[in-house]
Structures are given as C-alpha cells and as structure tokens.
C-alpha cells in the first residue's frame, strides 16, 4: 500500500443522531477535521460503487499503520497538503 509522508488535513461531515422524541430541526451535520498521512485514494469501485479514502495517524517501524480510517469520498469536503 502507497504511504505518502506529507502529513494531510482532511476537512468532513459526518452524521449526528438525535436521541428520544426531538425536533429534527436541531440535528445538523457535523464538521469534522482529521490530520494524518494518505495511505490510498481509490478509483471508483465499481463492484462497491464508492471512492474512498485511507488515512493514518502513522508508520511503525515494522511496516504497520496506526490508527487506519476509510472515509467515502462523498463526505469528504476538502484534503490540504499541510507541508
């Protein structure tokens, strides 16, 4: 898997949920920021019709990563190259 060493931020939304009997009205999207290394940025899958995206917190010496998120690319709103 590609390990790219500049360090990403990763602008997102993701969902929130209510709990009991609340107005919808006061639910709203999160915003949401993630900082880390680009371990993958995918084609569209056609078999799982989604893009995706895998991130890092980091490399450990024996070749394993750290703390792996995959986000769909439909959630994310902005990646920024921070070097």
Not at 24 to 53: H, P, W
Not at 69 to 75: H, I, L, N, V
Request: charged content about 30%; proline content about 2%.
């Amino acid at each position: 898997m590609k390990y790219y060493k500049t360090p990403v931020l990763i602008k997102w939304n993701d969902i929130t949920t209510g709990f009991g009997w609340s107005d919808y009205k006061m639910n709203t999207v999160a915003k949401c920021e993630t900082v880390g290394f680009l371990l993958k940025k995918s084609k569209r899958d056609k078999k799982k019709n989604q893009i995706r995206v895998v991130m890092t917190h980091g490399k450990g010496i024996e070749g394993g990563f750290n703390g792996c998120k995959t986000f769909p690319m439909g959630c994310i709103k902005e990646i920024r190259n921070l070097k």
